[in-house]
């Protein structure tokens, strides 16, 4: 099965931090740069200071998690995770994200390339204090390339290439 070609989203949340273990920092617009990252971001290739910068990945240059999920955890698991806790860049809302491995899509005016499915780690109960990890387990966020850059901003429409 793939992703409806009709879908569109939106840019609810924007986050970054400068280094691992640091709390993320809403944006309200972030810097993409084709081939590198994010403007500020731990993961931005040549500056990595995040949890995996020892295992340099080009998919991982601008990460996306649904704010339908954090609705999911709240029902089914009664934990309250907030868009800055997730600890993922771009927060969506109205997109398939488990759809798009492999596919191109516009997040404003940028282009990105879905490279796989985000993985959720122990990493985040750590800094979080609660146990989140089961929780997000198959619904963790997707990690992307980025192939145009420019400027995202809250509110910004997402939809396929």
Same mark, same amino acid.
Request: hydrophobic share 35%.
């Given at each position: 099965?793939?992703?409806?070609?009709?879908?569109?989203?939106?840019?609810?949340?924007?986050?970054?931090?400068?280094?691992?273990?640091?709390?993320?920092?809403?944006?309200?617009?972030?810097?993409?740069?084709?081939?590198?990252?994010?403007?500020?971001?731990?993961?931005?290739?040549?500056?990595?200071?995040?949890?995996?910068?020892?295992?340099? /990945? *080009?998919?991982?240059?601008?990460?996306? $998690?649904? #704010?339908? +999920?954090?609705?999911?955890?709240?029902?089914?698991?009664?934990? !309250?995770?907030?868009?800055?806790?997730?600890?993922?860049?771009?927060?969506?809302?109205?997109?398939?994200?488990?759809?798009?491995?492999?596919?191109?899509?516009?997040?404003?005016?940028?282009?990105?390339?879905?490279?796989?499915?985000?993985?959720?780690?122990?990493?985040? /109960? *750590?800094?979080?204090?609660?146990?989140? $990890?089961? #929780?997000? +387990?198959?619904?963790?966020?997707?990690?992307?390339?980025?192939? !145009?850059?420019?400027?995202?901003?809250?509110?910004?429409?997402?939809?396929?290439?």
């Amino acid at each position: 099965m793939s992703a409806d070609p009709s879908w569109l989203g939106l840019v609810e949340h924007l986050h970054t931090t400068p280094r691992a273990f640091l709390p993320m920092q809403s944006q309200e617009s972030i810097e993409l740069v084709a081939g590198e990252g994010i403007v500020g971001d731990r993961y931005r290739i040549g500056v990595e200071q995040g949890f995996y910068s020892e295992k340099p /990945e *080009e998919g991982r240059q601008v990460t996306l $998690f649904e #704010a339908e +999920v954090l609705e999911i955890i709240q029902r089914d698991y009664k934990i !309250e995770l907030l868009p800055e806790e997730h600890r993922r860049n771009i927060t969506t809302r109205g997109v398939p994200l488990n759809w798009l491995v492999g596919k191109r899509f516009h997040i404003g005016a940028c282009l990105v390339e879905a490279t796989r499915l985000s993985i959720p780690c122990r990493h985040i /109960e *750590e800094i979080l204090e609660r146990q989140v $990890f089961d #929780a997000m +387990v198959h619904r963790s966020g997707l990690n992307c390339r980025i192939l !145009e850059g420019g400027t995202v901003r809250r509110g910004d429409v997402i939809r396929p290439a």
